[in-house]
Every structure is written in structure tokens, then in C-alpha cells.
């Protein structure tokens, strides 16, 4: 193995920790309504819908997340400050869960939030870019599960990008299309197929 590349695990290793403490802080921010019984669970019910939307795109990230490494055995320093970047966005997501949830989702903070997916799928299109750079390295052609997922990304963002000038007309409108987003990549019909193929590690 050269010099300049590494086994992929450790990168693995670390992101699931960064990952698992992000939706440890989202958790953390749900707080016991003051009010008691049905009308309390009522007051949390849209704190708990942001949670829910913020939980499902960190755990899409993760997925896809895994999905990528697995794809690849040996990394480079290139992939590992692409991924620090994309942990830097992701661990902005429960900042601003709290932000717009605190601000009622108004037309301001629900922006902030689209803007934060915006952030993060830029994050997360760097690492995807940069291990299919992988193939270039190694002068392997790169695969077209690759070429057509990066298209899909591409797709999701342009919709974060339609959300955000919505947030200030509808910003229930702008969640609903930021939780169109999560459809594509969770309806098992939208998504892409995920066998497994890395090999076996000795």
C-alpha cells in the first residue's frame, strides 16, 4: 500500500461515533411539554415532526455514508478531509432543528433550516466526489451505479435549492419538499438497490 493511502475502517470508525453523537444532541434537545396529557403531547408534536425529519436525513447520510465506504477498501488524505467536511455540515443539523423549532417555523428560521440541508448535501456530494476520484487514481473506469447516484444527489439538491425561496411564501410547503427529498432516497422503488460487494477483510 503506498505511503500517501490508508485502510478506509478507521475513516468508518470515527464518522459512526461523530454521526451517533449528532442524534445523540438531537434527542437531547426534546424536552417534557409542561402542559399534562393530550394537550401536552399536542404542544410537542411539531418539535417532534422537525425531529423526526432532521433524524431521517442524518440517517440517510449515514447510510449512503457506509454504502460509499464500503465501496472501497483504501482511502486517501484527499477522501479524509472531504469527509471532515461533511461532518463539520452534519454536525450543524441539530443546531438548526433547535433554531427553527424555537423560532416556530417562521418563514427566517425555516430557510435557515433548508439552507443547512443545502450545506450539508454540498458536504456530502465533496466525499461522494472525491471517492469516485478513487477510480480515476487507480484508472478504473467508474461505475455507473456511481455515475447515476451522483445524479441523484445532484437532483436532491436542486430541490433544497427550490425549497428555500418557498420558505418564505409557505414554509410548511418548504418542509414538505425537504421531506420530498427523503422520500427518494428511503421508497425502496426511488432508491438505488445496495447489495453488498466489499470484500472480505483479512
Known sequence: MPAHEMKSTRLEAFSDGVIAVIITIMVLELHVPEAHGFAGFLHI?????????????????????????????????RVLWANLLFLFTLSLLPYFTDYVAEHHYDSFSTALYTVTFIVVAIGFLVLRLSLNGLHDDHEEKLPSRDRKETVKHITSLALYVIALPVAYYKPILSLALDFAVTLIWIVPELGTQRPSHRKHRG
Open 45 to 77: 408534536l411539531p418539535r417532534l415532526g422537525i425531529y423526526g425529519l432532521s433524524f431521517l436525513v442524518v440517517a440517510i447520510y449515514w447510510v449512503n455514508h457506509h454504502d460509499l465506504c464500503s465501496r472501497t477498501e483504501v482511502i486517501n488524505y
